[in-house]
């Protein structure tokens, strides 16, 4: 089982719409949960961390859920901009610990 | 945007032949990092440094090697390049500010290709 596994995708959205990802982990030791963006043949860039209480910058939205090793990214209000490749992403092993990421979910935002 | 830079960005090499991907950065991150990631695949931790003179094997296995010398420099080398080297490699570093050490901020990469 991989370490953190994601919706496979790809989502293909209009413009506007709501689209949701999800992401479960097997370490119940993880410590900290992220979201990165990774645009078509680019680097990851950080989108957001995730907070056990749930945050949200934007139009973006982030959940954790510990008890069930979830995490969920909504996007509202979807733009073309945010065609890309979202990549969950989990750390253990406190302040040195590593980051284990996912394979990603795909979204392509379509006028 | 993050100051870490790679090169080359794209390399054809034939098989055999010793190669060296740079990577520096500017933000004096003492946690550097190498990644490797295949079209469609996650990326896979290589190699990691907390330091200089630090160096430490990541969780797949590489026939590559890594130095760090100095703070901003962390290079990694193929003895020996073959075609089961050809893939994308990352570099990354993260800092120690309470706010940012958890965010690694990514080079744009070597595309790498072996004949």
């Known amino acids: 089982r991989k370490e953190v596994e994601q919706d496979p995708g790809p989502f293909n959205v209009p ?7 999800n992401c479960t982990y097997s370490n119940s030791a993880s410590q900290s949960f992220f979201w990165y963006r990774q645009d078509c043949r680019k680097e990851p860039k950080l989108l957001m961390s995730v907070y056990s209480s749930g945050n949200e910058d934007g139009r973006f939205t982030a959940q954790l859920n510990r008890a069930s090793q979830y995490i969920s990214l909504l996007i509202r209000d979807s733009k073309l901009s945010d065609s890309a490749t979202y990549l969950c ?3 253990y092993g406190g302040s040195q610990g590593n980051l284990i990421f996912g ?9 | 945007e993050a100051d870490i830079y790679q090169t080359p960005r794209y390399l054809v090499i034939g098989t055999g032949k010793k190669i060296t991907l740079e990577c520096s950065q500017t933000m004096g991150h003492d946690k550097m990092y190498w990644y490797q990631q295949d079209p ?5 931790l290589i190699h990691y440094s907390y330091g200089v003179n630090s160096t430490e094997k990541g969780d797949l296995s590489s026939e590559s090697t890594v130095s760090r010398i100095r703070t901003e420099h962390f290079p990694l080398t193929l003895e020996s390049a073959r075609p089961s080297h050809t893939s994308q490699y990352l570099c990354a ?8 050490y958890n965010e690694q901020f990514f080079g744009p990469g070597t595309r790498l290709t072996v004949l």
């Open chain 2, 93 to 100: 570093s993260s800092g120690k500010e309470i706010y940012t």
């Open chain 1, 89 to 91: 992403v989990v750390k």
């Open chain 1, 103 to 111: 394979k990603g979910t795909k979204l392509s935002v379509k006028p």
């Open chain 2, 40 to 44: 469609g695949m996650e990326l896979h």
């Open chain 1, 15 to 21: 413009e506007g719409a709501t689209v949701a990802f």
